[in-house]
């Protein structure tokens, strides 16, 4: 018999620190954090309790056992919470909270369906650190949309420092074996979604994903008529070959006005427990299980003190000028002759025509230049270019494609399409009998307007409310921002204004000088200038309608035109009312009460405060409900919302008619969807969480390296409360991935210097002071100046098999003189022993337990006195199994050095 005790801890040299489950004398099971191990006697260390060294009044160097607490503690703290991620930016608690239920166990399937600007990247950040870090995710793949896949690989990188490989068709091949040779990767969605030259069969021929995170993941969708998207069909084809072993699905718009798309969405997460084919009704008490939402009215900062503010809108308002006026009106009898024109055409004839018809109306909503560009190249198709029914057909296609999408991502596309289709239409399909000379027509009174009145109404409102401050600007088309940006050159010089759109460049821009000039920007470049305030203005297509955080130096926003389908108002607004906004954000809209298009506006706000109001009355936890209706609406009813609408509708007229065409919109079903979703999903509340949320951070593993440090004979160098520098200790060199200096910054509100690496789980370094701090064996020890005596636990889950994140729990307890046992989190132990690992060596060192003090019978009260508290922690096990881990007990200082003192008192400096 080998004689190793049920419950002694014991050391593997492969597999770390355990505890012995049984002996048969030919082998020991063994439990370790990551499992149960049947092991060789021989290969196991045994270990001395914290019970053995009481019993047998054998202390530890205090310094050593602060340390191994405290580094156990942060492991702890992280696996739960990933508060020491190593993010660049400050945490929120609702952020910390997500993480915290994504964590709880493993493998899981979320949706987490935040409100546009709570930071998703933050929130995947969190969760993918002490995934990565603890290589419980070792493959993970990121699918976005494919205007986001430069933004996660960037964002990761410079927040997280986690490093995710790009997806190029151009290196997936038969011979590259890109799926098996990239372990973390962002691809774009639309590209992987083609299965062209056996690209999904590489995918799942590949080894299976730890994790899948899905950015817009409504666009995974099921419709009754046109069935699954390609997307869908991408995520299930994963989902069948058993490629996918947890996913996180992000998304701002979950249920897009059907049933059957939404709970379609939730069977992919969730297939045991979803049915698109039951109502759901019936299935909506699971939705706490799977769907997490947070919205902008409920976050707040670690005080509790709300983090947004509400929007301040302001409405604006112009005249068209007599020549504006009298074009306005031709193009309208133009557009409506053009559509009773149609009615006569054949089936496809008609449906093309239609389409030019609708994009003209849109364009001139916009500006008269937009729709001018158009006619002008239309007319000269007309007068003798040769038809090209092959780019029509493909551009109509592509554009009913688009519509049915319904993707961000796609609108400057669909806006250059419609411009291109406005003008390149077959010369047999005609808009109007007289077409020719009605365009021409159109263009002379066109060119009769030397000033838009829309443009110089923007630029009073500029000059009047926002002088000196930047100002955000959004337009749906190319021409309009061409306009404006010439407009504020002449009035502001060429060095005030920037331009994002699709393309990267923009023609027919006046400089101040009248010259004309075609411009090139970057988007980022773009974005970037903009936020550091080198530019004052950015005129903005739909580009930036997602993806780019412009809240940095900017709080106004105006809307150069107003798209058809509202929920584009809500995104581009989300581009500066995010995290990070300091501001109340001004936005600005600019309407002709004149026109047709702002009446059914008028009409529109009207109703959605009509739903807002209504859902105010049905909910206990009211929200603003305006974009998630919007949300739940088909873009197409939108178009024919502004599309049919006549011209000499007025009064109570057009009222009557947009109630006709709304009447199921934000109706008995949308508050019922509503009620069935968002009354059932997990939510943070402050209020509930305040004591959870741990309250450290960074700065707070400054005191674990100086002494993990000290322990190990050398002492870093502390620049100021933030910053340490040091030379890496030479055995942990042998790991080719750590540095042999490392200058640390431990905050996140502070700019790295040159040379820095910003502290954090997750930087090989943290991971490695981490790792040796927990590694250590030392369990009892007297300290000066402690007060009173404090017993640390470490929980675990008794059922094997679990591969949730957090394997060990540490938790103490500590009597009180007066108040008896208080128990205290893993993270108010670290705050408690980050006071004396800060001190004096000696005030550690020269202590020796107060007499009389019973050590065993403390421990075993401590130990009784938990399992009684123990559902207090709320901990993510099937069964929590109890073991003692360490004890710091009060403690006189000595008058001389003890000899065990000399091996831990020493002080290298290596700078």
């Known amino acids: 018999m080998s004689g190793f005790k049920k419950g002694a801890n014991v050391r593997h040299r492969s597999f770390g620190q355990g505890t012995v489950r049984m002996d048969d004398g030919e082998s020991v099971l063994v439990r370790f954090e990551h499992g149960v191990e049947e ?256 919205n902008k009215a409920r976050v707040t900062d ?77 007319l000269e198709r007309l007068q003798g270019a040769k038809t090209r029914v092959e780019q029509w057909n493909t551009d109509i296609k592509r554009m009913e494609e688009l519509i049915a999408e319904d993707d961000p991502s796609n609108l400057d596309e669909l806006a250059q399409i419609e411009e291109r289709v406005s003008r390149n239409i077959d010369d047999r399909v005609s808009l109007n009998p007289n077409e020719i000379p ?38 749906e088309y190319k021409a309009t921002q061409a306009l404006l940006m010439s407009a504020l050159k002449a009035q502001y010089g060429d060095d005030c204004v920037t331009f994002i759109n699709g393309d990267g460049f923009i023609e027919n821009v006046k400089a101040a000088d009248g010259t004309v000039r075609t411009i090139k920007e970057d988007r980022l470049r773009a974005a970037n200038r903009f936020n550091r305030g080198e530019v004052r203005f950015l005129v903005s297509t739909e580009a930036a309608g997602e993806g780019i955080d412009l809240q940095e130096n900017c709080s106004n926003l105006i809307h ?55 859902f105010q009355g049905a909910m206990d936890d009211p929200e603003d409900m305006r974009q998630l209706v919007i949300g739940m609406a088909s873009p197409r009813m939108f178009t024919e919302l502004f599309s049919d609408a006549e011209p000499a509708l007025h009064g109570q007229r057009i009222e009557d008619w947009f109630d006709s065409k709304t009447a199921t919109f934000g109706g008995e079903d949308a508050v019922r969807i509503v009620q069935n979703l968002f009354g059932n999903v997990a939510r943070f509340d402050f209020g509930e969480v305040a004591d959870q949320i741990p309250k450290v951070d960074l700065p707070d593993l400054i005191p674990l390296f100086k ?110 003189k007066d108040d008896g046992w208080v128990l205290l989190k893993d993270w108010e132990i670290i705050k408690l022993l980050n006071l004396y690992a800060d001190k004096p060596r000696s005030q550690l060192f020269d202590a020796e337990p107060i007499p009389e003090q019973e050590t065993t019978a403390l421990i075993k009260e401590a130990r009784s006195h938990l399992s009684y508290r123990i559902e207090e922690l709320d901990l993510p096990f099937q069964l929590p199994v109890i073991a003692e881990f360490a004890c710091l007990i009060p403690g006189t200082h000595r008058e001389k050095d003890p000899p065990w003192n000399k091996r831990t008192d020493v002080s290298v400096d290596l700078n």
């Open 39 to 294: 092991c060789f006697p021989a290969d196991l260390e045994l270990i001395e309790g914290v019970s053995d060294r009481a019993d047998g009044d054998k202390l530890d160097p205090a310094l050593n056992v602060v340390t191994r607490i405290i580094g156990s503690c942060v492991l702890s703290v992280n696996d739960a919470w990933g508060v020491f991620s190593s993010s660049r930016i400050a945490l929120l608690p609702h952020q910390l909270w997500v993480c915290k239920k994504v964590l709880e166990s493993w493998p899981r399937r979320w949706m987490i369906a935040d409100d546009v600007g709570l930071g998703k990247t933050v929130e995947a950040g969190l969760i993918l650190t002490p995934l990565l870090s603890s290589g419980r995710v070792k493959r993970l793949l990121i699918l976005t949309p494919a205007s986001l896949t430069e933004q996660w690989q960037t964002r990761l990188r410079e927040m997280f420092d986690i490093r995710v490989s790009m997806y190029a068709s151009s290196i997936d091949t038969k011979r590259s074996d890109f799926w098996n040779t990239h372990d973390k990767v962002v691809a774009s969605a639309h590209t992987l979604r083609t299965n062209t030259g056996s690209r999904w069969e590489r995918l799942a021929g590949a080894d299976p994903w730890d994790l899948v995170i899905v950015d817009e993941a409504h666009h995974l969708n099921v419709d009754e008529i046109r069935g699954r998207t390609l997307s869908f069909q991408l995520a299930e084809h994963l989902q069948d070959h058993g490629q996918i072993h947890s996913m996180i699905f992000f998304t701002g718009t979950p249920h897009r006005g059907k049933d059957l798309g939404f709970l379609s969405l939730l069977k992919l997460l969730d297939p045991d427990e979803f049915d698109p084919k039951m109502p759901l009704e019936e299935q909506a008490h699971k939705l706490k299980k799977v769907m997490i939402r947070n």
């Open 302 to 378: 670690m005080m509790g003190n709300p983090i947004f503010k509400p929007v301040r809108p302001h409405l604006e308002k112009y005249t068209y000028s007599e020549a504006e006026a009298r074009f306005y009106e031709m193009l309208t009898d133009f557009i409506v002759t053009g559509k009773t024109y149609a009615a006569n055409l054949g089936q496809q004839q008609q449906r093309v025509a239609i389409y030019v018809l609708i994009t003209m109306q849109k364009l001139a909503s916009s500006s008269v230049a937009a729709v001018r560009r158009a006619l002008a190249k239309r």
């Open 438 to 475: 009605a365009i021409e027509e159109l263009l002379n009174k066109a060119n009769e307007i030397e000033q838009e009145t829309k443009i110089q109404r923007i630029l009073d409102v500029v000059e009047k409310d926002y002088y000196g401050r930047t100002v955000l600007f959004f337009t």
């Open 560 to 614: 150069v035109d107003l798209p058809w389908n509202p929920m584009r108002l809500h995104q581009r607004v989300g581009r500066l009312n995010r995290y990070g906004q300091k501001e109340t954000v001004d936005v600005v809209t600019i309407r002709n009460p004149d026109t047709i298009e702002s009446r059914i506006w008028e009409c529109l706000d009207e109703k959605l405060e009509r739903i807002n109001l209504a």
């Open 707 to 816: 002494a993990l440090f000290a322990v190990m004979g050398r002492r870093p160098n502390q620049i100021d409360k933030t910053r340490l520098n040091f030379k890496t200790p030479s055995q942990w060199l042998t790991d080719f991935t750590i540095a042999d200096r490392y200058n640390l910054l431990f905050a996140r509100d502070l700019k790295p210097l040159n040379g820095e690496d910003v502290a954090g789980i997750g930087l090989k370094i943290v991971d490695r002071v981490i790792s040796a701090a927990d590694d250590l064996t030392d369990a009892l020890a007297a300290v000066g100046d402690f007060p009173d005596p404090l017993v640390i636990f470490a929980l675990r889950d008794r059922i094997t098999g679990s591969k949730g994140p957090v394997k060990k729990v540490i938790t103490g307890l500590q009597k009180k």
